[in-house]
């Protein structure tokens, strides 16, 4: 079955510090991949997607891109601020259309100020 | 944007009593969806709904486990009985379509001990 991966459980930044963190997938499918975030107290909710391999996804000073060859899936900002502090989600889409989401374990943002 | 409500924001209950954790969505989506996240571990999809019906459950979605939405009212999950592994949060998520490109939103969660 699909599965992601997320290998950064905890990433501590200043504000500022440029921003990687990625994971890898697995689908039989052609991936649909996602970035979701998720503040205290809210549940998940979409940064960006992206539907094509090495297309870009873009949205609120983030970047996604995905690599077929390596089933990697990155995002990356350039200068984190303090209001960036949140969970990050690395999510698989089911592309058979039934809206199955497939998480992976989340990445901690901490950025100090 | 769009929010996604959830009742209760926490619930408990002992071991072998029915829960019913209620999720309202936003106001013209039609496709549903409940994911169980344990303290700790992946958020996990558990089912989908459409028009009535449940198109798509995963192995967490056990026999105990029913979800409804009459009349355009709350989306609900019904745990009966509970079981002690049924703690955990559950969130609940709608969309405007089913397609892999529609955007979910999800509520706040509802944490569910069972003690």
């Known amino acids: 079955g699909d599965s992601v991966t997320q290998m950064q459980g905890q990433v501590t930044l200043s504000e500022d510090d440029f921003l990687f963190i990625n994971c890898t997938y697995s689908t039989t499918w052609y991936p649909t991949l996602f970035w979701y975030v998720q503040y205290p107290g809210e549940g998940p909710q979409l940064l960006l997607k992206?539907?094509?391999?090495?297309n870009k996804g873009i949205s609120r000073g983030f970047e996604a891109t995905y690599d077929k060859g390596t089933t990697s899936f990155h995002l990356q900002k350039a200068s984190v601020q303090e209001s960036d502090s949140a969970v990050y989600y690395c999510v698989l889409g089911d592309n058979t259309n039934t809206g199955k989401l497939t998480f992976g374990d989340g990445t901690v943002l901490t950025v100090k100020p | 944007g769009p929010k996604v409500l959830q009742i209760p924001s926490h619930q408990i209950i002992d071991m072998g009593q029915m829960v019913t954790l209620n999720c309202d969505p936003v106001?013209?989506?039609?496709?549903f969806y409940w994911y169980k996240q344990i303290l700790g571990q992946q958020m996990e999809f558990l089912v989908n709904?459409?028009?009535?019906?449940?198109?798509?459950k995963s192995k967490l979605f056990k026999d105990q486990f029913s979800v409804e939405r009459p009349d355009g009212s709350y989306f609900t999950l019904k745990i009966q009985p509970t079981a002690l592994e049924d703690s955990a949060v559950y969130f609940c998520?709608?969309?405007?379509?089913?397609?892999?490109?529609?955007?979910?939103?999800f509520g706040p969660g509802t944490r569910l001990t069972v003690l």
């Open positions: 106001s013209n989506h039609l496709y």
């Open positions: 998520a709608s969309s405007s379509s089913g397609t892999v490109y529609a955007e979910q939103f």
């Open positions: 992206v539907t094509t391999a090495n």
């Open positions: 709904f459409y028009n009535g019906k449940v198109m798509e």
